[in-house]
């Protein structure tokens, strides 16, 4: 695992990670993002909150993506089941 430094928040964070370094950055930069959103909302007055706040709108984001991919994932398997079907009727 390997040791990266990001900044959040004005704040040094050392991550280990066995991500690529670009990967970790990307991360860093968003969760960064995502608090600075809930600081100037005016939502949160603390960092503390800000964090909560951050993590539960990033954590809201991935399970929308996994609901999303999860639907697509049953799309695309009805899909090819069918596909199937008709490669064998027209091979009988």
């Known amino acids: 695992m390997k040791r990266f430094r990001v900044n959040i928040l004005g704040e040094d964070f050392e991550v280990q990670s066995d991500a690529p370094e670009d990967m970790v950055i990307e991360i ?3 969760v960064d993002e995502k608090m600075r959103e809930a600081i100037s909302s005016g939502r949160s007055t603390s960092r503390e909150k800000a ?3 951050s993590a539960l709108n990033i954590a809201e984001e991935f399970f929308n993506e996994k609901r999303e991919i999860k639907k ?6 009805e899909r090819s089941g069918r596909l ?3 490669i064998k009727q027209q091979t009988d």
């Open 51 to 53: 964090a909560v706040l």
């Open 72 to 77: 697509t994932r049953k799309e695309l398997e």
């Open 28 to 30: 860093a930069q968003y």
């Open 84 to 86: 199937v079907e008709l």
